[in-house]
Structures are given as C-alpha cells and as structure tokens.
C-alpha cells in the first residue's frame, strides 16, 4: 500500500516536502519512484530512489527536487524547492522493483 502526503498549494518559488508511506512490502529492498500527472498530461517518473545507490532526476526537476528514503520508517520523500507553476500536478510513489496498484496521490498546486 503506497500513501503519498504533504501537498498543497503554494506560490512559485516556494517549497514543499512530500512523504510516501509503504506498507505491505520489503520497503529496503525496492527501489521507488515518485511520478506526476498534471491534468490531460499523462503520468511521468520525477525521480527514481533506488534500494541502493544514488537517486535519479528528470531534467526538469534537476536541482531543485530531492529525493530520499528512511527505511527504518518504510517512508520517502521528495523535498521540492524553487517550485514552478509547471510544477501543478498530482504526486505519486510506487516501487519500480514491482510495481503496484497506484494510490490516490496528492496534489501540488504552485500558483500566485
């Protein structure tokens, strides 16, 4: 069960630290992605937190996301910085190891 939590509305410029809550699986052992969907776009991978090893960006996050994990909590993150209005999209995690059934997702609006 994948839970995704933390946004909100917020200006351009601004922050905002999303979390994603595992149950259900070997949290350690799977490498994660967090993804977006912004309206009538389809979904796309933002960054990929692997089991080991360094994490991965789309260009267009490059350098103002990052992401992390805290095994011990079965929980990660995705601290967003200098957020943009193309930014506004629905934010979702799911392993890349095996995939499962999409959570709802949380909102991220950056408007003025």
């Known amino acids: 069960q994948l839970q995704a939590s933390g946004g909100g509305l917020v200006q351009p410029g601004g922050s905002l630290r999303l979390s994603c809550a595992v149950s259900?699986?070997?949290?350690?052992?799977?490498?994660m992605g967090w993804y977006r969907q912004a309206p009538g776009q389809k979904r796309e991978l933002v960054a990929t937190?692997?089991?080991?090893?360094?994490?991965t960006y789309a260009d267009f996050v490059k350098g103002r996301f990052t992401g992390s994990r805290d095994n011990a909590k079965n929980t990660m993150y995705l601290q967003m910085s200098s957020l943009k209005p193309e930014d506004t999209a629905v934010y979702y995690c799911n392993s890349k190891t095996t995939p499962a059934r999409w959570g709802q997702g949380t909102q991220v609006t950056v408007s003025s």
């Open positions: 259900g699986v070997v949290f350690s052992i799977h490498d």
């Open positions: 937190i692997p089991s080991r090893g360094s994490t």
